[in-house]
């Protein structure tokens, strides 16, 4: 069976995503916000998600992984979805910021998908 150069791509891009979101969310200020009330709040939202979960969200965001079975919905949920949004555009923004304005808006909408996986309506 041979692989296929997309998966071995989006494995790739998934990787890389995760350690940068990793780091991210490792570090309590980055001093990437642009004051110190959004860098407080920002602050406030990684401290809700353990980097256990971060990784397995952010995993999520390139394929169906293990999230809900790993109990990281749950952190999801405490965190809520503001805070998700804030700290997936921080690190979408801030920390790979060379992205185009369409895949910045995938992943954006992916984080909206995991709330919507995690929070049955």
């Not at 995760?18 to 990684?46: H, K, V, W």
């Not at 690190?91 to 909408?109: D, F, N, R, W, Y």
Request: glycine residues 6%; hydrophobic residues 40%; proline residues 4%.
């Amino acid at each position: 069976m041979a692989f296929k150069p997309t998966t071995v791509i989006k494995s790739t891009a998934a990787g890389i995503f995760t350690i940068i979101a990793m780091a991210a969310f490792a570090s309590a200020s980055t001093g990437l916000a642009q004051s110190p009330e959004q860098d407080r709040y920002l602050n406030q939202c990684l401290g809700k998600i353990s980097s256990r979960c971060a990784m397995y969200a952010t995993a999520e965001m390139y394929h169906h992984g293990p999230l809900k079975q790993n109990g990281c919905c749950l952190e999801i949920y405490h965190m809520g979805q503001i805070c998700l949004n804030i700290v997936t555009r921080h690190v979408i923004e801030s920390l790979v910021p060379k992205l185009e304005a369409t895949q910045k808006q995938g992943l954006i909408e992916k984080a909206t998908q995991i709330w919507y996986l995690c929070v049955p309506v």
